[in-house]
């Protein structure tokens, strides 16, 4: 799963890498484009993960049939979520940037990004749907594979159309932009040969399912997805928020603050991957009346994520300097962003097990509790932000101590939730 959450890190990271070598601009431009898709890829993240709670439930139960049928129905809906999404980017977020963005330069590179950007939620969503399946049932090796295809894709096709190589035109942004969606649509059909051509096709009688087109686990995927959708979109939209502030303090803040975002982004790998895990096993355990086997679960979970974001981070505490010099030649950015390093890494270690505390709330069948956790802690922590960096106009790495708000109240109100042990026999 973690494999399956290098994905976006790596089409993001590789993007940012390449586009900063044509200016520090185009790199933020780039940065908050791909966080305003992440941030709306989240509404498909939030039906994957409430279809695969259900066909953990149901395959933990020995329901196959339901639990194929679960797969296409949420397939069918991820069409119009990728309809949505696309609206909302390519119509929606434009005339939203010239209000909020203040560089001319930047906005004008957001909007070259935007446009072919926009194509990629037809082919990504599908994805999450179909990740949602293989995590669901627990065969998660599909996940390395698809990684590397779209990661050397987005390679090839990025230093192609950047740039003007490999026989390609140099489009610059615009080239990034159709680089990275071309990569996302080779894993979607990467990923739907795959799925139809395992053992699994006929064990969960996905052809059946394919055939009737079945809509009757609509009102089910809704009814969990949709908290986990906003609770999601919440989760980096809250972003968004934060990065306007810092786009206040000035370009060369932003700068630093989404190089940072990018070795933030590569700590998520690990935590979507376990906390996917969580939801999976959290769901399948109560499923099987194996509820004494929950918080030995968890907790063992939760070293393995404090161990993969240790490794993931050990850049930002062993050769910060060098990171930074990877996005930008300019001195004050790179000491900007080393200093912000500095300050979120030990935030990211204590998001190592607020994160799975929260998904083991989601996983348990309470999506609406776990949006309601998500919404206090996004509020405190949009304040925190705003005294910060607009009331009280505090340096960039001051500015991101809002982290430890975020992550501790995170933590704090699921073991609130968790403390009577109720969700342990959730039945959805």
Known sequence: ????????????????????KISGNAMSGVAYVSLIYITLIMIGVGLGNA?????????????????????????????AVASLQFFLLFFIAPPLLDYFISSKQVLG??????????????????????NSFWSGIARTRVMAYETII???????????????????????????????????????FFLTAYTLSRKEFKTFHLRTAFASLPLAHSKALM????????????????????YNFIEKLGEKSLQSSLITRNMYMLVWVSVMGFSTTAKTYVSGLIAEGRQVDLWPTIRRIMLLNFSGIF????????????????FSSDAEVISLSVDSMRVVLPAMYLFSFTSILLSTVEGSGNALAGFAVEAITTIFYIITAYLLA????????????????????????SIIFLWNGKWKHKTI
């Open 311 to 326: 490794l993931l981070s050990h850049g930002l505490w062993l050769y910060p300097e060098f990171i930074a010099q990877q």
């Open 1 to 20: 799963m973690s494999f399956g959450a290098f994905i976006q890190f790596s089409v993001v990271f590789i993007d940012n890498f390449f586009v900063s």
């Open 51 to 79: 279809a695969q709670i259900l066909i953990a439930r149901r395959n933990g139960e020995k329901n196959k049939t339901a639990a194929g049928s679960i797969l296409v129905n949420a397939l069918l809906i991820s069409l």
């Open 390 to 413: 607009i009331q009280w106009a505090k340096p960039v790495y001051i500015v991101w101590t809002a982290d430890y708000v975020y992550f501790s109240l995170l933590g704090l109100l």
């Open 109 to 130: 590179y957001m909007k070259e990004f935007i446009g072919f950007r926009s194509i990629g939620f037809f082919f990504y969503t599908p994805v999450l749907i179909l």
């Open 223 to 242: 009814k969990l997805g949709i908290p986990i959708m906003l609770q999601s979109v919440l989760s980096l939209g809250v972003w968004l928020v934060f």
């Open 150 to 188: 779209t990661g050397t894709c987005n390679i090839l096709l990025d230093y192609g159309l950047i740039f003007g190589n490999l026989g390609f035109p140099e489009m610059g942004v615009a080239g990034a932009a159709i680089a990275t969606s071309a990569s996302e649509a080779c894993a979607f």
